[in-house]
């Protein structure tokens, strides 16, 4: 394949799908690969990541479907289907908290108080946009209802969500989405994810029970283009349930704790 050529989508859950040449070299090193998984080891740690990093090798022209979690406003959905999705980062989240100033949804002593006190410098969140390479229903309510619930996400709800003021205008602002983009496994770079991911894929369709985990979350730290957004989906759209399952959770979206009324807030803040 031409590596100068558009990603060609790998749907990881049909490996009789996969391109030749990517299943002749998983069924090259399958003895390696499930000697790896079940040990005891007869092949060399070496021979080992050989295979490893020749299988990374492969996957580099081909993309993922995965899902993002999030909450957002009508101009962030607009913006990110016209322009792209940046990866988030403390200047990025004062423009969108002045974005909110300026379409009258927060006030400036609201606005600094969240800018004042947040956690988009943490190591693992700041410049990292997390992907789930499954839906995300697969990470259960526990898993996903906080990024789904607080506008700003774990920046925001980590450092505010039990403030009985800013927490529940937080949860107020925006709708519940799950962005759904094709991930071009080069965008995530030496991660060994998808690879791992990958062979585990291949020795379940092949009877074996892998050693490590099907499923698999990851991160790129650039922006994903608009064309590599397939999909924005908002609850309460039939698509956003599916995705989720979010009617079965034990707080769905637009509960009372999700959707407060607006005038409290409004005089909460006033007072």
């Not at 022209?61 to 009508?74: E, G, I, N």
């Not at 994810?193 to 698999?216: I, K, N």
Request: aromatic residues 8%; proline residues 8%.
């Amino acid at each position: 394949m031409d590596r100068n050529s558009s990603p060609v989508e790998l749907t990881l859950q049909t490996p009789q799908t996969w391109p030749v040449p990517l299943l002749a070299f998983l069924d090259e090193h399958c003895d390696l690969f499930l000697d790896w998984s079940r040990g005891p080891q007869r092949f060399s740690a070496a021979s080992y990541d050989r295979a490893i990093y020749g299988l990374r090798d492969l996957l580099q022209p081909y993309l993922l479907v995965a899902w993002h979690c999030t909450r957002l406003t009508d101009d962030e959905v607009s913006a990110i289907v016209s322009h792209c999705m940046q990866p988030p980062n403390p200047d990025g989240l004062r423009r969108r908290i002045d974005a909110l100033v300026r379409a009258g949804i927060i006030s400036d002593e609201v606005a600094a108080q969240l800018k004042g006190r947040n956690q988009a410098e943490e190591t693992y969140r700041r410049d990292r946009i997390w992907w789930c390479f499954y839906p995300p229903k697969g990470s259960g309510e526990g898993g996903i209802r906080s990024l789904l619930e607080t506008w700003g996400g774990e920046a925001l709800y980590n450092s505010h969500d039990d403030d009985v003021v800013v927490g529940p205008l937080l949860r107020s602002i925006g709708r519940p989405s799950v962005i759904e983009a094709d991930i071009p496994i080069a965008m995530l770079g030496e991660s060994a994810s998808p690879v791992f991911s990958v062979v585990a894929h291949y020795l379940v369709a092949m009877g074996h029970t892998p050693r490590d985990r099907l499923e698999f979350e990851d991160r790129i730290v650039e922006a994903l283009p608009a064309k590599n957004i397939r999909r924005i989906v908002q609850y309460p759209d039939s698509a956003f349930v599916a995705l989720t399952d979010c009617d079965g959770w034990s707080r769905p979206p637009g509960s009372e704790r999700d959707q407060p009324h607006i005038s409290d807030i409004a005089g909460d803040i006033c007072s």
